[in-house]
């Protein structure tokens, strides 16, 4: 496999892990809406194979989260990044930058722990510590119940307990056989305790034993711990990087 295919495959696998609510194609690009505040599923995303004129593209994008009443926003990798000159030339303010990392399922760290919890389903507990955890207004608890119906393939929900409640979780998906790991949070009460490490490493177990080969996740580039988190685990392999560019405000 090239390191386009991988780069693609990759790319692909983290899109269909955080499914947006309504997906539009336009000349190579995928329009993504679902409401709420995560950017992923409320972006312009590129797709595989030929992709259309930078302003033809940002025109359309434009008009179509105008429409939704969105302001619009591109998600643009550094595997794609033809519309960046446009991007600049019109405005768009940068934000966001993200790395994605990859590794091996036989390079990553072998961690099993009798009080981490796997299910197929996010049960209400791990939803309502999601949402604590993340600080969820009623809009984003709405959207990503929404989402996490929406995800296809094999999938875990897993979180470790202390004191009698979940602590840290994450879910997983495996999609052509690379398991994405998403929305790894630890209770900031928590934190420093390895819990962080035991519960991706259970859904880095589950993984393995349903026949993942690989394994990638998205991780924000200043995210000091988490980098460190998820290389202690054997994430030691840079794919690409992100970044988004918004467009501002304009005056009245």
């Avoid at 979780?169 to 999609?175: C, D, K, S």
Wanted: aromatic share 8%; net charge negative.
């Amino acid at each position: 496999m090239t390191d386009d295919d991988l780069n693609l495959r990759s790319e692909q696998a983290c899109r269909e892990a955080w499914p947006a609510a309504a997906e539009t194609a336009v000349d190579g690009w995928l329009l993504r809406r679902s409401g709420g505040r995560t950017r992923r599923a409320n972006s312009v995303n590129p797709l595989r194979g030929k992709r259309g004129a930078p302003d033809r593209v940002i025109d359309a994008a434009e008009s179509f989260y105008v429409g939704h009443d969105q302001t619009p926003l591109f998600r643009v990798p550094d595997i794609a990044d033809e519309l960046e000159g446009a991007l600049d030339h019109r405005g768009y303010q940068l934000e966001g930058g993200t790395i994605h990392l990859y590794a091996g399922i036989d390079d990553l760290a072998e961690i099993r722990d009798g009080r981490v919890t796997v299910s197929p389903v996010p049960a209400e507990d791990w939803l309502a510590a999601r949402f604590r955890i993340g600080a969820y207004d009623d809009i984003d608890r709405r959207v990503f119940r929404e989402m996490a119906g929406l995800i296809a393939g094999d999938r875990a929900f897993v979180s470790c307990e202390r004191d009698s409640e979940i602590a840290a979780l994450a879910y997983g998906v495996i999609r052509n056989g690379l398991l994405v790991v998403e929305s790894v949070e630890t209770d900031g009460r928590f934190r420093q305790q390895g819990l962080g490490r035991k519960t991706v490493g259970g859904l880095i177990d589950w993984a393995r034993r349903a026949g993942a080969d690989a394994a990638c996740l998205q991780v924000v580039a200043d995210n000091a711990p988490g980098r460190a988190l998820y290389a202690s685990l054997g994430f030691s392999r840079e794919l690409y990087r992100y970044h988004y560019r918004r467009k501002p405000h304009e005056p009245r």
